[in-house]
């Protein structure tokens, strides 16, 4: 129930192989508990060693068994590479196919239950497993998006022996419709124009910027927007990333999860060939900085990433921390406002104090 799977119970069912032998506590509710011999759903408890190997044996069983089988495994995302990394890596040098999916994710969740319980460098350990796709969606028209090239990718007329993963959040975020014409090779890909900024109410030769997030640091990027705008006349793009993809591909570093053809994506971040010119910009993220991508490969100096580094602690002080970016962004529209924006990171982080928004 904590990840919001209860619609599961009266359809696909837990698997039990007696059945069901008691009468739920909520009979008459339509989420109440509901086991059968024919099952789908795994219920193995606090145990990630034998969830991983679910997950290995079902995402295999294509190979091994003859019958194409999708594993779709969910766990706070903390206990998912943290604990059970070579695991992973087993299940993938075994070329198994299938979904992890790190929810309750990032370092502004579950800080009632203590660091130990605060992901946000999930993202580090799944990049160095070359059968990785990694993506740290914001909305649900996304993840449907890269769920389907997930399953076109496994399973598809050119199977791939890949494992997606997905971190997914448990903070109240307005999900809004998928728009019109959405940039689906831009999602995919890693980075993509999700509300570009408007002139309506300042000069025309306003400065510019770039908020780049991804997660649910998205929405945060949205309100720093409007308060570049209204306080500093400021008009930002904010474009959803996932920048570890971005850089892998434009440094050719070659990984499966990674496209390794240019596309739209590579033009967000100022590449004049793409006719964008380059402008600074601030990313932000509700996990590790480093998570993000090296940075240096992708901004020529002019972007830097804000993330919540340590190990965590993500409260109210953590987002008027972040006046500094936005001071900088507005006075200063060169190269030094990136170096700016850093040194402000940095001083905040030696503080003990967690920027988790651009």
């Given at each position: 129930r904590?990840?919001?799977m209860d619609s599961f119970f009266p359809t696909i069912k837990i698997y039990s192989p007696h059945g069901q032998n008691y009468t739920p506590r909520r009979q008459r509710v339509d989420a109440a508990y509901r086991e059968s011999k024919q099952g789908q759903i795994l219920h193995t408890g606090i145990n990630e060693a034998g969830s991983v190997a679910a997950f290995q044996a079902v995402g295999s069983s294509y190979a091994t068994h003859g019958i194409p089988m999708v594993p779709l495994y969910v766990f706070y995302s903390m206990f998912g590479f943290q604990r059970t990394a070579d695991s992973i890596w087993a299940a993938a040098d075994q070329l198994a196919r299938g979904f992890l999916i790190g929810a309750t994710a990032g370092r502004t969740t579950l800080t009632g239950e203590g660091t130990q319980h605060m992901d946000g460098h999930s993202h580090l350990f799944a990049a160095t497993n070359p059968a990785v796709v990694a993506y740290d969606p914001a909305y649900g028209y996304e993840i449907a998006h890269i769920m389907e090239d997930g399953l076109r990718r496994m399973f598809g007329e050119s199977p791939e022996d890949i494992i997606y993963y997905l971190t997914v959040y448990n903070e109240p975020m307005p999900q809004p419709a998928e728009p019109?014409?959405?940039?689906?090779?831009?999602?995919?890909?890693?980075l993509y124009l999700l509300k570009e900024g408007s002139f309506e109410g300042v000069n025309p030769d306003a400065r510019r910027a770039q908020l780049l997030a991804s997660g649910v640091a998205v929405r945060w990027a949205l309100e720093a927007q409007e308060l570049l705008k209204k306080d500093f006349g400021v008009?930002?793009?904010?474009?959803?990333?996932?920048?570890?993809?971005v850089a892998t591909r434009r440094t050719g570093r070659g990984r499966a999860g990674v496209p390794q053809s240019g596309g739209s994506a590579a033009g967000c971040l100022g590449d004049p060939t793409a006719g964008r010119p380059s402008r600074p910009g601030v990313g932000g993220v509700g996990l590790h900085a480093s998570g993000s991508g090296p940075d240096h490969q992708?901004?020529?100096?002019?972007f830097r990433v804000a993330g919540a580094d340590g190990f965590g602690f993500g409260h109210s002080s953590g987002r008027s921390s972040l006046l500094p970016h936005?001071?900088?962004i507005a006075r200063r529209p060169d190269a030094a406002v990136a170096r700016q924006a850093w040194r402000s990171r940095s001083d905040l982080a030696?503080?003990?104090?967690a920027v988790v928004s651009p």
């Open positions: 904590t990840f919001g019109e014409g959405v940039d689906v090779e831009g999602i995919l890909k890693g008009v930002a793009d904010v474009e959803r990333h996932q920048l570890e993809r992708l901004g020529a100096g002019r936005r001071r900088a030696g503080q003990g104090r």
